[in-house]
Nanobody, 123 residues
Framework: VQLQASGGGLVQAGGSLRLSCAAS????????MGWFRQAPGKERDFVAG????????TYTDSVKGRFTISRDNAKNTVYLQMNSLKPEDTAVYYC?????????????????WGQGTQVTVSS
């Protein structure tokens, strides 16, 4: 089972990036999915979560209105559209699959983790 995150890179403040997380080895269409991030010297923090059908989403306050999480179960892929990026968004972004249909913002509820993709926002 593997979660492969991609789409990170270097972008100027105010720019946009779209992260993708493709799952292989099994389907996650019945699982909640989430994105987390870890900045240098800091703990891994929750960014966004989506329910198994995509009907429910949740975001950390700092990204509300700027980031959008979505999923395509036919492609076994979850996305994170990031707009109006700020230097404080710089981090390694990880996707994760929850044990159940919803993981929310609790890392302990996520069972599978991807390898991370670096996002760097310059000022």
């Amino acid at each position: 089972v593997q979660l492969q995150a991609s789409g990170g890179g270097l972008v100027q403040a105010g720019g946009s990036l779209r992260l993708s997380c493709a799952a292989s080895g099994r389907t996650f269409s019945n699982n909640g999915m989430g994105w987390f991030r870890q900045a240098p010297g800091k703990e891994r923090d929750f960014v966004a979560g989506i329910s198994w059908r995509g009907g429910s989403t949740t975001y950390t306050d700092s990204v509300k209105g700027r980031f959008t999480i979505s999923r395509d179960n036919a492609k076994n892929t979850v996305y994170l559209q990031m707009n109006s990026l700020k230097p404080e968004d710089t981090a390694v972004y990880y996707c994760a699959a929850a044990r159940l249909s919803w993981g929310g913002d609790e890392a302990r509820l996520y069972h599978y983790w991807g390898q991370g993709t670096q996002v760097t926002v310059s000022s």
